[in-house]
């Protein structure tokens, strides 16, 4: 079963910025597109950034131009970068890991962590 543990979130000012990364327990990561998706109170869970496996980035317009989403096959590890963030983008942050051919099969979810962004 392969884990995700994220990590980097927090309290930052707005406009300020704050990178949240990824680890997976497992080398397929490789193999796997990565995702970052959020979560606002009172709000449904939406994409916020993908990369697939020979690296190519999507993002939601909402974070286009502020947001970057990388991967490190070597460490294994996703990251996002959040600039001129927005009290808008406060969320919970999670990670997601899915292979493209089989996504229902193999897909996991990172525990998410918080990234609050005060006015």
Same mark, same amino acid.
């Given at each position: =079963?392969?884990? %995700? $543990?994220?990590?980097?979130?927090?309290?930052?000012?707005?406009?300020?910025?704050? @990178? /949240?990364?990824?680890?997976?327990?497992?080398?397929?990561?490789?193999?796997?597109?990565?995702?970052?998706?959020?979560?606002?109170?009172?709000? =449904?869970?939406? %994409? $916020?950034?993908?990369?697939?496996?020979?690296?190519?980035?999507?993002?939601?317009? @909402? /974070?286009?131009?502020?947001?970057?989403?990388?991967?490190?096959?070597?460490?294994?590890?996703?990251?996002?970068?959040?600039?001129?963030?927005?009290?808008?983008?406060?969320?919970?942050?999670?990670?997601?890991?899915?292979?493209?051919?089989?996504?229902?099969?193999?897909?996991?979810?990172?525990?998410?962590?918080?990234?609050?962004?005060?006015?």
């Amino acid at each position: =079963q392969v884990q %995700l $543990v994220e990590s980097g979130g927090g309290l930052v000012q707005s406009g300020g910025s704050l @990178s /949240v990364s990824c680890a997976a327990s497992d080398s397929v990561f490789s193999y796997y597109v990565m995702a970052w998706y959020r979560q606002a109170p009172g709000k =449904q869970r939406e %994409l $916020v950034a993908e990369i697939t496996v020979d690296g190519k980035t999507t993002y939601a317009d @909402s /974070v286009k131009g502020r947001f970057t989403i990388s991967r490190d096959n070597d460490d294994t590890t996703a990251y996002l970068q959040m600039n001129s963030l927005k009290p808008e983008d406060t969320a919970v942050y999670y990670c997601n890991m899915y292979h493209e051919k089989f996504r229902r099969q193999l897909n996991y979810w990172g525990q998410g962590t918080q990234v609050t962004v005060s006015s």
